[in-house]
């Protein structure tokens, strides 16, 4: 499976980005695509991830109500609409795919990953 992000850019505090992850090579029912986010020194966290098949999602807290995570079995695309940025959502996103349980959201729980792509958000 190869993942490629796209999408980022600077963005003024509550605004909104949508980021796009192509996926190709073969996927499985049981598959899970996720997003994490990763800012300068920090971690890499979770944000959202959604169940390839039957479209189930979960939601970091942090993000809950405000991001919404979707895929299009047809193109083969998975996204992440951002709304009411803040800048504490400033970080590196990347797109990941992994087969296993579905709520697990360890990043080793994810055996493919996309380059990531920027999202700066201004105050």
């Known amino acids: 499976v190869q993942l490629q992000a796209s999408g980022g850019g600077l963005v003024q505090a509550g605004g909104s980005l949508r980021l796009s992850c192509a996926v190709s090579?073969?996927?499985?029912?049981?598959?899970?695509m996720a997003w994490f986010r990763q800012a300068p020194g920090k971690e890499r966290e979770f944000v959202a991830l959604?169940?390839?098949?039957?479209?189930?999602?979960y939601y970091a807290d942090s993000v809950k109500g405000r991001f919404t995570i979707s895929r299009d079995k047809a193109k083969n695309m998975v996204y992440l609409q951002m709304n009411s940025l803040k800048p504490e959502d400033t970080a590196d996103y990347y797109c990941?795919?992994?087969?296993?349980?579905?709520?697990?959201?360890?990043?080793?729980?994810?055996?493919?990953w996309g380059q990531g792509t920027l999202v700066t958000v201004s105050s």
């Open positions: 990941a795919a992994g087969p296993g349980a579905l709520y697990n959201t360890a990043p080793s729980a994810y055996e493919f």
């Open positions: 959604i169940s390839w098949s039957g479209g189930a999602t």
């Open positions: 090579g073969r996927t499985y029912s049981n598959y899970k």
